[in-house]
């Protein structure tokens, strides 16, 4: 690439750097460079390669190829990694086991079902072996005591469903109607499995049997059930979770005297008000076996090593090179079992990284410091790579000084807007990507703050460990998280430009004298949300790789001046107990958290260094956009 001289004095006042960092970048070529980036998408991104989910051998694949540029680039393996691999399990991963049954009875009617056909277990729920429990009609298993949306509904209300099973609706009242309470035709997050879930789990149900809505169910002209995994999964879930046929459990309604769920949902579309009762002698017998398989997956990692007194700083470029195979877990488009390719989520990151590692080594000269490039696995899981590297490093996280995340950078737009996140991390970096990136002529967008997005993506790992970081991110789009999301659609030539920043950046910090200082960054303005919901904030970060023994929920850290951090909750600690109840997994540590309110007050117990410690903690409020 090519700058005019002028622009470069520019960027060098700006950002207090040397100059010979600068001028020293290599001059590449527009065509050949987007030419690399576009093969490297569309081999990551293609059919072949199965959505590069894990357990697929598309996503093997991935990592091979990742290894081989990084081979043919001229890196290095690290050492102590099994080759240009960082092998890890990701655990429990669950698998349905042989043989479920569902019996539900009411007076002298028997209804067995039929797996696959009348009744599902869903991965989001556990192992059971229930006889004889009560049913219960929860309505849609909603608790939604909501000022923003000005509702107070609760289909639990005066119901104990303690040790039962809940019959309840998938989605949530008013479905389909511009008016509806519950936010208009766009579901808030009271629809969301997780909800329903932590709210029965709050509640003492032992099991959930739920049905699809009535407005959906006309409105696709089909009764479908979801997949053993569509809903996700929990490894810690401690109730069942079994979807059925409407056809089905209206058997059920008829055998116990009561109305069909379409006449049921009709009364509380129209006032709002719920329909949950006791099913009389209406009970449930079922067997659910849940297979836990460790999914072998792995980081790939390539060395540039430095030259000189600072040989042994080290600074990561990374990106996730994984997503969501066929779809199930984290797909916005569920029940579709099509490929979902994620060429820019994170085909385009990939591809970035790959081509910053061939331009990097390429350079006659060594760097003063070491450069580790890295493709993550496993992110879409929850940041699980990028953790397990910071908590396994095979460089001294005390000499990295500087990370670089590169995240769904394939879309940039008409108006070149470049979402940046983390240049608050270090002294000096906000002027120097504001410069770097006005060269290119694209707009830098800095995120100020931990708020929102911040933790959504790899860097965050490193953010805990306290290295400062730069996250370049393109934003999300109708594509994101679903099948559509393909080669064609990326903007190579927008690709080309973040590389050259990208590239200018690590050259600078490569280069620089001194290493860059850390700084923590506090909550930034709040960003947008796709949900409503709760407005309790606590700020701690639970684990969801790493399961302790025994039950509790494993905090990966806390958010800086959250009232966790406040509290003195620290990374490491198993939270047992939130205001006197016992936490034995995420979903009960979220039902605890959402009967609470902010400004209140509560005493929650972790343990700690094998000590259990009381801490009083001050609820907050959750940002809201």
């Given at each position: ?49 199965e959505g590069r989910g894990p357990g697929t051998k598309g996503l093997d694949a991935a990592a091979d190829y990742i290894a081989a540029s990084f081979k043919e680039s001229g890196l290095k393996p690290a050492e102590g990694a099994d080759g240009y691999f960082q092998n890890f399990e990701l655990p ?245 079992k099509s490929i979902h390719n994620g060429a820019d989520d994170n085909a385009s990151g990939t591809a970035t990284v790959l081509e910053l590692a061939r331009r990097l080594a390429a350079r006659k000269d060594p760097l003063p410091r070491r450069v580790v490039f890295m493709g993550f696995s496993a ?17 001294p996280l005390k000499n990295t000084v500087a990370m670089l995340n590169l995240d769904m950078v394939g879309r940039l737009n008409d108006s070149r807007d470049l979402t940046v996140f983390g240049t608050g991390t270090s002294p000096g970096l906000d002027k120097l990507v504001e410069a770097l990136a ?188």
């Open positions: 690439m090519t700058f005019r001289r002028s622009r470069i004095a520019l960027i060098v006042a700006a950002a207090a750097v040397p100059a010979a960092a600068l001028f020293a970048a290599p001059v590449q070529d527009v065509s050949p460079s987007q030419a690399r980036l576009k093969a490297d998408v569309t081999y990551l991104a293609s059919d072949e390669r429990g991963e669950r698998g349905l086991g042989d043989n479920p049954t569902l019996v539900l009875k009411a007076g002298e009617s028997s209804l067995k079902g039929e797996p696959k056909s009348t009744f599902m277990p869903l991965a989001l729920g556990g192992p059971v072996d229930l006889k004889d429990i009560p049913v219960v009609f929860a309505g849609y298993g909603i608790t939604a005591k909501d000022e923003d949306l000005k509702l107070d509904y609760d289909d639990y209300a005066g119901l104990d469903v303690k040790g039962k099973a809940v019959l309840i609706i998938r989605r949530e009242p008013q479905q389909g109607q511009d008016d509806s309470r519950f936010g208009g035709k766009q579901n808030t997050s009271y629809a969301a499995f997780t909800h329903k879930l932590a709210n029965a789990v709050k509640h003492g149900a032992k099991a959930i049997v739920m049905v699809n809505d009535d407005f959906t169910t006309k409105k696709d002209g089909k009764d479908e059930l979801m997949e053993f995994s569509d809903a996700g999964g929990n490894a810690n879930a401690s109730i069942g979770f079994v979807m059925v046929t409407r056809e089905f459990a209206n058997g059920l309604m008829k055998a116990a005297g009561q109305p069909s769920l379409s006449e049921l949902e009709a009364l509380i579309d129209a006032d709002l008000k719920p329909q949950s009762r006791v099913l009389e002698n209406a009970t449930l017998d079922a067997t659910v076996a849940i297979e836990k398989k460790a999914l072998k997956v792995k980081n790939v990692i390539g060395v540039l090593e430095g030259q000189g007194p600072h040989a042994e700083e080290t600074i990561v470029v990374g990106g996730h090179y994984d997503h969501l195979g066929y779809g199930g877990f984290g797909s916005l488009k569920p029940g579709d992110e879409e899981r929850g940041l699980i790579g990028s953790a397990y590297y910071t908590n396994h490093p095979l460089y006005t060269d290119q002529e694209i707009k830098a967008k800095q995120v100020v703050g931990t708020q929102g997005e911040f933790f959504a993506s790899d860097h965050a790992s490193f953010y805990m460990k306290d290295i400062p970081v730069v996250f370049f991110f393109t934003g999300t789009h109708p594509e994101y998280h679903r099948p559509a999301d393909d080669t064609d659609l990326i903007n190579f030539e927008g690709m080309k430009r973040i590389a050259d920043v990208s590239e200018l950046l690590l050259l600078d910090l490569a280069q620089r004298p001194e290493r860059p200082k850390f700084v923590k960054l506090g909550r930034g303005p709040a960003m947008a949300s796709a949900s409503r919901g709760s407005g309790v904030y606590l700020g701690s970060r639970p684990s969801y790789a790493d399961v302790p023994e025994g039950g509790g929920v494993k905090l990966d850290g806390v958010n800086d001046d959250s009232p966790a951090a406040k509290g003195g909750m620290k990374a490491g600690d198993v939270v047992v107990k939130f205001a006197g109840k016992d936490v034995k997994d995420i979903d009960g540590y979220m039902a605890a958290m959402s009967g609470h309110k902010p400004g209140e007050t509560i005493e929650i117990v972790v343990r700690r260094d094998g000590k259990d410690v009381a801490l009083k903690i001050t609820l907050g409020t959750r940002a809201r956009d």
